[in-house]
């Protein structure tokens, strides 16, 4: 997508007072990841959620969320009434790294996406399970197509997966096989990088949503077949564990949001912040190097629904 080709979309795309005020102004849709559980780590129900849909319509204006298993807490269950009930839409996921979690996501998908059709977005099929090399291309594309036959038209199926995966040419597959949408990860973040450095002249946040976004483009031969979202970017706040230089911190995350966030979707491209809450429940992780790692504070809002000093969810666009 060409620079020049933005500004003449951001001039023309609406009054500056409807830019400024709404997140979708320009046709990029913003959206949260969610979590299945309360703080205490029991399974959240339909009114949970329904809070949960007050709290991200009344500070950011979004009406979307993902998860990542329709079975986890009965997610699609308990999720979909609620977004009925509060005009959301939902991504469901499916797990399909066991035959045991893809057979039971899929048959919850089909019960309750038939049951409640408009409130469901699309459904992705795995979350990089490419990138942790649990299926090939063409294996993951079999997947999907298994799903998508079950469900209405309406309904659009694809997957989620890091940038990386996408450049490189290991979803090929996908992207020449007919998948409907496609979510592209990208956290600067997990690339030991400072704030500045991911959303400053080096940018490393759009130059790796560039390089997905150019080779699936380059591929397919449209900028429109397939539906392109940024299905993962955040920063951990105050709490969390640095990794590298990149510091969990509440004003580095607040920043990250304002410009990275702020600009993908003035760029034209819908994202998904993970996360929208804290999820206080999660015990410590080990990561790659073997040391503790926290994943309890990458909420744009706390595990009360309270928004985090120094964030505004709703993006300025005078600011791009």
């Known amino acids: 997508m060409r620079v020049s080709a933005i500004a003449t979309a951001l001039a023309a795309a609406a ?21 299945t559980k309360l703080a205490d780590g029991s399974c959240k129900y339909t009114s949970d959620y329904e809070k949960d849909f007050d709290a991200i319509s009344s500070q950011s204006g979004s009406k979307i969320v993902r998860g990542y298993s329709a079975t986890d807490c009965n997610f699609a269950q308990q999720i979909l009434p609620a977004a009925q ?31 409640y059709a408009s409130a469901v977005y699309a459904v992705t099929v795995g979350s990089e399970t490419l990138y942790r090399g649990n299926f090939t291309g ?17 309904i659009k199926v694809g997957t989620a997966d890091s940038w990386n995966k996408y450049a490189d040419g290991t979803a090929d597959a996908l992207v020449t096989g007919g998948v409907d949408i496609l979510l592209i990860n990208a956290f600067a973040y997990w690339q030991d990088e400072t704030v500045e450095q991911a959303t400053g002249a080096k940018n490393v946040y759009f130059d790796d949503m560039s390089q997905a976004i150019s080779h699936i483009q380059k591929l397919s031969g449209s900028t429109t077949s397939i539906e392109l979202w940024n299905g993962e970017t955040g920063w951990p706040t105050t709490g969390g564990t640095n990794y590298g230089v990149a510091q969990a911190n509440t004003a580095w995350a607040a920043e990250y949001y304002s410009k990275s966030v702020c600009g993908m979707l003035a760029w034209g491209v819908g994202v998904f912040y993970f996360e929208a809450f804290d999820e206080s429940w999660k015990p410590d992780s080990v990561g790659d190097n073997g040391d503790a790692e926290d994943e309890k504070h990458w909420g744009a809002m706390d595990a009360n629904r309270n928004l985090k000093p120094g964030f505004s969810l709703k993006c300025n666009y005078l600011d791009w």
């Not at 790294?97 to 996406?113: G, H, L, R």
């Open 15 to 35: 009054p500056v007072a409807v830019l400024a005020q709404n997140p979708n102004a320009l046709g990029a849709k913003l959206g949260f990841a969610l979590g």
């Open 85 to 115: 009930n509060r005009g959301f839409q939902v991504i469901l996921g499916i797990w399909p790294d066991e035959p045991s979690s893809f057979d039971a996501d899929n048959a919850a998908v089909q019960q309750y996406a038939n049951q």
């Open 138 to 154: 063409p294996e993951l594309l079999q997947k999907i197509n298994t799903v998508k036959s079950g469900l209405p038209k309406s």
